[in-house]
């Protein structure tokens, strides 16, 4: 049996700590909880959600060496992944506490050992059999990761292999500003911005509109609308599918990084664009589905 392309993944990994109180918080004492550690960060979601439906995944990421680490890795082998990672003796692991409310959950941020990931960390044989390469933006919006990010990207094309770029997060880009952030990117790339980084990008409110000028700027784009679809674009033609639905969907944390693995999977293993499109629907509705980060 012919063994999947690999989709090599470039950026964070983290621990996820969600924690969910099961009644009203007391101030300065103790609140029962349920507490649970999940392996996370945008690469390692993508990577982890790509061996989930089958495909052949390699991340590329920088963790501490702790503990925190060894779970992570532990976890993410377990969904088989490659975990092509560097261990930082000085930089703990970079770790998500997600406080989970009824109607809300507060994210609280320590990137640790990935806001040090250097072109270093893509050490020898991390380009090995790459079908494709996919750059989370958070490796690109912040100066002490770009040299990584571009480094990637630039490798990648000089061996001839398509690089796709993830724009991650809509508060950075925009501080960065969306000229400052295209034009770091290389010609002819798969761009996968959500809904708002779209028009942040394209410095338009119409996603489709938005849509049709980055595929034109980039040479294609795939963007995601939560519970409204999704729409691709190279500039000139424009595809639209509608969301899955899905019964008794609680929480759609995850589900823009089965999209961008369900595209991925199918493209690196030779299907036709209309069906990556399908793929991406469907495992997004999947992701949309099943228990996750914060889902008890």
Request: charged content about 20%; cysteine-free.
């Given at each position: 049996m012919t063994r999947p392309a690999t989709v090599v993944v470039v950026g964070d990994a983290l621990v996820d700590v969600v924690v969910r109180p099961l009644e009203d918080v007391q101030p300065g004492s103790d609140t029962a909880s349920t507490i649970r550690w999940r392996s996370g960060g945008a690469a390692a979601n993508v990577a982890r959600a790509i061996a989930d439906i089958g495909g052949r995944a390699r991340l590329v990421a920088r963790v501490g060496d702790d503990v925190a680490a060894t779970f992570l890795i532990d976890a993410?082998?377990?969904?088989?992944?490659?975990?092509?990672?560097?261990?930082?003796?000085?930089?703990?692991?970079?770790?998500?506490?997600?406080?989970?409310g009824a109607d809300d959950r507060d994210?609280?941020?320590d990137r640790g050992a990935s806001a040090h990931l250097g072109p270093g960390d893509l050490q020898p044989g991390w380009l090995d059999d790459a079908a494709h390469v996919h750059v989370s933006g958070y490796a690109l919006l912040s100066p002490r990761t770009r040299p990584a990010g571009l480094h990637a990207m630039h490798r990648a094309r000089e061996v001839g292999v398509p690089v796709s770029v993830d724009p991650a997060s809509a508060a950075p880009l925009r501080e960065l500003g969306a000229e400052a952030f295209l034009t770091m990117l290389p010609p002819r790339i798969l761009l996968t911005p959500n809904a708002e980084e779209a028009r942040i990008l394209a410095g338009c409110d119409d996603v489709e509109q938005a849509a049709t000028r980055l595929g034109a700027r980039t040479g294609e784009v795939l963007v995601s609308r939560g519970a409204a679809g999704v729409v691709w674009s190279d500039g000139h033609t424009v595809r639209r599918r509608s969301a899955v639905a899905v019964t008794g969907a609680i929480d759609p944390v995850g589900a823009g990084?089965?999209?961008?693995?369900?595209?991925?999977?199918?493209?690196?293993?030779?299907?036709?664009?209309?069906?990556?499109?399908?793929?991406?629907?469907v495992a997004a509705g999947r992701a949309v589905g099943r228990p996750g980060p914060g889902r008890g």
């Open positions: 993410l082998d377990r969904h088989g992944v490659e975990a092509h990672v560097v261990r930082d003796p000085d930089h703990p692991t970079g770790t998500v506490v997600a406080l989970v994210m609280l941020t990084d089965a999209l961008v693995a369900g595209l991925l999977t199918a493209r690196v293993a030779g299907h036709p664009l209309e069906a990556q499109l399908d793929e991406a629907i």
